[in-house]
Each structure stands twice: as structure tokens, then as C-alpha cells.
């Protein structure tokens, strides 16, 4: 990796579209109806900018917090790995965030490199073009592709100092507690001792805020929610009529998170083209279509624990919103 160059590499080869009528087909057959396994197929074009519309919403202070925090701790975070690398793994349009812990990576002098992976390889390509310039001494090597798959590639070409890899947003609560599992123990089985992992987890806190943060007054979630029909629509020839299906986020105390459902006005049938065959919903029935896990500190420490990883610090905002579990492999 040269300094002052952007490469942008493909992870993975599968046919997308293909995966994804596997994936939708499987997830219209369970009882519930469940897409929630898969949340990238939220991030379309719309649904990523449907997602930022989020971050900017009075109610949702995710961002806000998990930003505030970066703003007095990334020096901190960054001086106790001694990293020289960055890996964002979901680094979607590289913000305020990402350059705050670049400006601590980079302030330190020398070389330093940023690795993020992402969904969307426009995005990849747009927000890598203006962090170079930013940036003129970093290397940037994008992989476009999914944080599920295989992740070595990301880790080949491996610098002498230790890396640090951010998982930021409260992603890892969109994952089933499988795919957690699973995801965690793959990425720290790809890390080298010495290299970090600081993972973005929104707290356990007051029902009502919660709910109030999926649920917002300018309905800008329910159209994030209905977004995912329009997907399904587009890629798989699917006749969903959006309007057909209300947004409710309700929190599930037992399971610590916000489930995100859509559900039927009234009895009908879906045809999807490439499933081939129709999809049929009894009036008020629903379909799961994310799941957004709340953490302890105790809880997130657990959670790196179970994949092996050593935690070594946890940093909440003023308000105990949000927090940044870092841990060491
Ligand atoms: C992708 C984890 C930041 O779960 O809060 C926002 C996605 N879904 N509103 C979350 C989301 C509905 C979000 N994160």
C-alpha cells in the first residue's frame, strides 16, 4: 500500500441477487415471517440515505452520543492500542467519526492506513476520494462487501504495528445472537496479538427513549422500515405495496433489544417474481425486519469475551447512552 492511494478491492464473489432470494425466501417461509438476519438489505441506495436522515433525528442519539464520546476519548483509544492501521468494518460514508480517530491515528506521524469495508462501492470510492485529501499521507484500501463473510483478505498485507479494527454505530446489535457469535469468533481468529477491537454498543436504558428512538414524529424509521419492501420490490421482482404494511418498533425487555416489524393492513398476497410464488399475510400479520441489541458494560464485555478477546476498556458518553468497549486479541 502506497501513501496517498485509494485502491478499492472486492470481498467475496457471489451473485448478490441470487443470495438474496435465498435469503428473503428463507426468511418469508419462517413462522414469524423474519427478515431481520439480514439487515444489509436495508442499506440500498434510499435505505442508507433514509439512514442518515436518521442519525440527524432529535430522537435518535445514537450518533450523537457514540460521536461525542470519539471526540474526547479517540486520542486515548488509539494512544493505548499504539495502532497504525485502521479497519472499519461497516464504514459506510466515513464521518465525523471515522476522522476523529484518523486525526488521533495521524497525528502521531509516520504511516498509517485505513482499511474500511463497506456495502456500497460508490460510497467506498466517494468518501475514500475526500479522505485522501484530507489525509495525504494515508494509504487507503477499500474492500466493498459484507462484514459476514470471509474477512481475511482484510488482514493480508499486514502492517508491523497493531491494528485497530472499529465495528462502530451499534451494528453488532443488528446481528442475531449467532451471527454475533459467529462474526466475533471470525475476526478475532483473523487478529494478530496486540490488535484492537473497539466495538460501538447502545446501552440498556428507559424503555420509552428507546422506543421513541425507532419511533420517531417526522416517520422517518417507518419509511427506513418500508424501504426494505421497495428493495425486495427492485431486486426480486416483488409487487410489495408498501403502503400495505404499518412500522411498529416495539422493546422486547426479554431479549434486550428493539425489534423492528412490518405488519400487514390486510389480509393479502405478494407475488415475488423470483422467489416464484406469492406471499401470503393474514390481516395484522407481521414480518420481523431488524433487530437492534441493547448492552450492559457488563454485557459487551461478555460478548468480546466469548470470541476470545481480552476487554480493556469501556468509555460511555455523559449521558450512559452509548457506549465503546475496546478489547485486545
Ligand atoms: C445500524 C445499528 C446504527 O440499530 O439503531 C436505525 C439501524 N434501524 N433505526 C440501529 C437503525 C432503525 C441502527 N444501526
Redesign the pocket.
Known amino acids: 500500500m502506497t501513501p496517498g492511494r485509494l485502491e478499492i478491492l472486492r470481498l467475496g464473489a457471489e451473485d448478490p441477487a441470487c443470495r438474496m432470494a435465498e435469503d428473503v425466501r428463507r426468511g418469508l417461509a419462517s413462522d414469524p415471517k423474519d427478515l431481520s438476519p439480514w ?1 444489509k438489505y ?1 442499506y440500498d441506495g434510499e435505505g442508507s440515505r433514509l ?1 442518515e436522515e ?2 440527524r433525528l432529535p430522537e ?1 442519539y ?2 450523537r452520543a457514540e460521536t461525542s464520546i470519539l471526540r474526547r476519548r479517540a486520542g486515548e483509544i488509539v494512544g493505548r492500542t499504539g495502532c497504525r492501521e485502521l479497519v472499519e468494518l461497516g464504514s459506510g460514508a466515513a464521518g465525523e467519526k471515522t476522522r476523529l480517530l484518523l486525526d488521533a491515528l495521524t497525528a502521531r506521524g509516520g504511516r498509517a492506513r485505513y482499511v474500511p469495508l463497506d456495502v456500497s462501492e460508490g460510497v467506498l470510492r466517494r468518501s475514500g476520494e475526500l479522505l485522501l485529501r484530507e489525509y495525504p499521507g494515508l494509504s487507503i484500501r477499500g474492500f466493498a462487501g459484507d462484514f459476514e463473510g470471509p474477512l481475511e483478505r482484510l488482514f493480508e498485507d499486514a502492517p508491523e504495528a497493531p491494528r485497530l479494527v472499529a465495528f462502530l ?3 453488532v ?2 446481528l442475531t445472537p449467532r451471527r454475533r457469535r459467529r462474526f466475533l469468533r471470525g475476526l478475532a481468529a483473523a487478529l494478530r496479538p496486540g490488535d484492537a477491537l473497539l466495538v460501538g454498543v ?1 446501552l440498556v436504558k428507559d424503555p420509552g427513549v428507546l422506543e421513541a ?2 419511533n420517531d414524529r417526522a416517520g422517518v ?1 417507518a419509511r ?2 418500508r424501504n426494505l419492501l421497495r428493495v425486495i420490490n427492485a431486486r426480486l421482482g416483488g409487487r410489495f405495496d408498501p403502503g400495505l404494511f404499518e412500522h411498529r ?1 416495539p422493546y422486547v425487555a426479554e431479549e434486550s433489544r ?1 425489534e ?1 416489524w412490518l405488519h400487514s393492513r390486510r389480509e393479502q398476497e405478494v407475488p415475488v417474481e423470483a422467489l416464484g410464488l406469492a406471499v401470503t399475510f393474514a390481516a395484522g400479520e407481521g414480518v420481523r425486519t ?1 433487530i ?1 441489541a441493547k448492552f450492559t458494560p457488563g454485557s459487551a464485555r461478555r460478548m468480546a469475551q466469548e470470541a476470545g478477546l481480552e476487554p480493556a476498556g469501556f468509555y460511555a458518553d455523559g449521558g450512559r447512552l452509548f457506549g465503546l468497549l475496546l478489547a485486545v486479541a
Open positions: 439487515p436495508l439512514f436518521i442519525t435518535y445514537q450518533t454505530g451499534g451494528t446489535g443488528n447502545d428512538a425507532y424509521t427506513f422500515n418498533a428493539i423492528m431488524e437492534s
